[in-house]
């Protein structure tokens, strides 16, 4: 690898680079990128021993032992990252000077919205659609500590996530709420118990939960029933795998224990007590503020939920 960089100045071939390394890294590898880059993988090394010329640092190590980054190649994706997130800045204010919206609005979602019958997403899409049909629209799913991070570092516009921890860093705009309780699963220990039981007769403590990895008001609620997470999940999906296994206590949202409990495979557990409600928020950063595009989709969700709830009540 050449000790001094190629690069004096960035290219639109530099930053088609730059973008072929960050999906790349996000992929895992060269073969399980080429779907997603819709290249060969001979044509993806040649891009990647392009851009270590040009940067003059050996980015990743591949081979038969798999792929992997440097050390430079770490530090070279946090800077990567950084000059995406600069270029999406300079395009949203380029759009928001043209009278049309245009660009790309990028969401983030964090649990099973389409099934929460308090969530009107789906009808704040409808409306911006109409406003703004130019506008792309990119969205994905996270945690919510991730979502927060990408928000913040301008990496995302915008994302709903449950409050839990406040960022002196984001705007929080209230839209809905979901209803949790502990549930377990047909086979369970508790299964066939009396739903007159309380948590303290149950003595929860002495079973295994399952409960996100991540910090939320579902870590607080186990918490605070004296209970300690003996599996950890990302994802609600997972989650409810764990607790249909009969192996497993912990908490789902209702609107999606609901069909579940139709089937008679999974039932509450001492709702009374273990039952507690979380508000959804849409997150902006508070500086740079939100662009048109981004400040039109808030108004679009505010359109269709009305929660009655001080923005910057704790």
């Not at 004096?8 to 999906?23: C, H, M, N, P, Y």
């Not at 759009?95 to 660009?103: C, F």
């Not at 186990?222 to 249909?244: P, W």
Request: with cysteine; hydrophobic share 40%; charged share 25%.
């Amino acid at each position: 690898m050449a000790k001094h960089a190629l690069l004096r100045s960035l290219s639109d071939v530099d930053i088609r680079l730059v973008r072929i390394f960050i999906t790349i890294t996000e992929c895992g590898g060269f073969a399980a990128s080429e779907l997603e880059l819709n290249i060969g993988r001979s044509t993806i090394s040649k891009h990647i021993s392009d851009l270590e010329l040009r940067v003059g640092l050996k980015l990743c190590n591949r081979g038969p032992s798999g792929f992997s980054l440097t050390p430079e190649g770490e530090k070279f994706l946090a800077a990567a990252h950084k000059l995406l997130s600069s270029i999406n800045i300079f395009q949203s204010d380029i759009d928001s000077i043209h009278s049309k919206l245009t660009g790309t609005l990028r969401i983030g979602l964090f649990d099973q919205s389409t099934t929460n019958p308090n969530a009107h997403i789906h009808k704040a899409i409808r409306k911006f659609d109409e406003i703004a049909p130019d506008v792309a629209l990119e969205i994905a799913l996270d945690p919510p500590s991730a979502l927060e991070a990408c928000v913040t570092s301008g990496g995302m516009d915008l994302a709903i996530v449950p409050i839990h921890r406040r960022s002196t860093s984001l705007v929080y705009t209230p839209l809905y709420t979901e209803h949790m309780t502990l549930y377990c699963g047909e086979g369970h220990a508790l299964f066939d118990t009396s739903s007159d039981l309380t948590a303290a007769d149950l003595k929860l403590e002495d079973y295994k939960y399952a409960g996100y990895a991540f910090n939320s008001p579902n870590l607080k609620a186990g918490a605070n029933l004296g209970i300690t997470r003996a599996a950890k999940v990302q994802e609600e999906e997972a989650l409810s795998l764990l607790i249909q296994s009969g192996c497993y206590l912990g908490f789902l949202a209702d609107h999606v224990a609901e069909a579940f409990v139709r089937e008679g495979v999974v039932r509450s557990i001492a709702p009374a007590d273990t039952s507690y409600s979380t508000i959804f928020a849409a997150i902006t950063r508070k500086k740079p503020e939100p662009d048109r595009k981004t400040s039109e989709f808030i108004s679009c969700l505010r359109a269709f939920h009305n929660i009655d709830i001080d923005e910057e009540s704790p």
